[in-house]
C-alpha cells in the first residue's frame, strides 16, 4: 500500500534531508523549496530580518516500508540537528491518476 508523506525542514537540513531520501531507496519527490510558516513551537520562519529563516517541503508517495524509513531518519534528524526544525506528515493514498 502507498503512502504519501510530506516533510517540512529548516532549508539548512537540505543536504541531510537528501542524503536521507537516497539511502530510504526513495527516487520520486516533488521539492517545494523557500516555504513560509509558523508551526507549534518557535516562531515564524518568513524569510525576513524580522522573522528570518525559510524551510523547505518534500512530497513524496511511495511504499509504506519506504515511508516508514524515512519517518525514522526523520526522528534521527531532529534528534542529531536541534534547534533546526523537521516535521513528518503521513497521509494515505487514496488515488492515484
Known sequence: MEKMMVLIYDVALEK???D?????????YT??????GK????GP???THVWPGENEMLWVVT???????????SREIKE??????IKAFVLPVETEV
Not at 521539492?31 to 513560509?36: A, G, N, S, T, Y
Request: aromatic share 2%.
Open 16 to 18: 541531510v534531508v537528501m
Open 45 to 47: 520562519r518568513m524569510g
Open 39 to 42: 508551526g507549534r513551537s518557535g
Open 63 to 73: 511504499e509504506e516500508e519506504k515511508i516508514n524509513s524515512m519517518l525514522d531518519c
Open 80 to 85: 542529531d540537528h536541534k534547534g533546526k526544525g
Open 20 to 28: 536521507r531520501i537516497d539511502s530510504c531507496g526513495i527516487t520520486g
Open 31 to 36: 521539492k517545494i523549496p523557500r516555504v513560509f
